[in-house]
Antibody
Framework: EVQMVESGGGLVQPGGSLRLSCAASGFTFRRRWMSWIRQAPGRGLEWVANINQDGNEKYYVDSVEGRFTISRDNAKSSLYLQMSSLRVDDTAVYYC???????????WGQGTLVIVSS | DVVLTQSPLSLPVTFGQPASISCRSNESLVKADGNTYLNWFQQRPGQSPRRLIYEVSDRDSGVPDRFGGSGAGTDFTLRISRVEADDVGIYYCMQGTHWPWTFGQGTRVEIK
């Protein structure tokens, strides 16, 4: 069974940093693009970042460019999101997703909640 | 960024009746490779989103055939032929043609 389990969320002050992790299983991780997607409380969805199979091609939404870094460790079947200079509007549930086909990702994990507040 | 506009935003439905959600893009979703990367996701209460439809009309494995997608270019539709209790939730269209990939605002399907 394909599964992604996110961790690392929590409460952080504005301007702080946090590192999210996503442990993947049930598929050949090194062969897949991977994604981070977020959902602010009571709001819609925003695609945050994509990374290719060997980690040398990355794409970010403008709102996180220069503050967030997506990375991966294929030996550990793990995806990461290093978040810095966090802002209140970064508060959201963060999901990782397997890019199983062009222009999409499925399934997603259960998400990890990041709260940015003083 | 590509803007996807869904309508309606709230859809009260009766069990067994059909339902339809529209998704309109402010630019064509046909990619240079000739494919159209328009997806539909379902988010049940308390759950992560789950994809139902990819590339406009292809159903994901395990998705009931009462769900169907159609459209082309900038206009797309998700149809549910007969609404069941399990279908309650929020439905999002999402485009993976232009970066950044973007979602519609979501349509809340609820039972009358």
């Amino acid at each position: 069974e394909v599964q992604m389990v996110e961790s690392g969320g929590g409460l952080v002050q504005p301007g702080g940093s946090l590192r999210l992790s996503c442990a993947a299983s049930g598929f050949t991780f090194r062969r897949r693009w991977m994604s981070w997607i977020r959902q602010a409380p009571g709001r819609g969805l925003e695609w945050v970042a994509n990374i290719n199979q060997d980690g040398n091609e990355k794409y970010y939404v403008d709102s996180v460019e220069g503050r967030f870094t997506i990375s991966r460790d294929n030996a550990k079947s793990s995806l990461y999101l290093q978040m810095s200079s966090l802002r209140v509007d970064d508060t959201a549930v963060y999901y990782c997703g397997r890019a199983d086909r062009v222009g999409s990702a499925d399934p997603w994990g259960q998400g990890t909640l990041v709260i940015v507040s003083s | 960024d590509v803007v996807l506009t869904q309508s309606p935003l709230s859809l009260p439905v009766t069990f067994g009746q059909p339902a339809s959600i529209s998704c309109r893009s402010n630019e064509s979703l046909v990619k240079a490779d000739g494919n159209t990367y328009l997806n539909w996701f379902q988010q049940r209460p308390g759950q992560s989103p789950r994809r139902l439809i990819y590339e406009v009309s292809d159903r994901d494995s395990g998705v009931p055939d009462r769900f169907g997608g159609s459209g082309a270019g900038t206009d797309f539709t998700l149809r549910i032929s007969r609404v069941e209790a399990d279908d309650v939730g929020i439905y999002y269209c999402m485009q993976g043609t232009h970066w950044p990939w973007t979602f519609g605002q979501g349509t809340r399907v609820e039972i009358k």
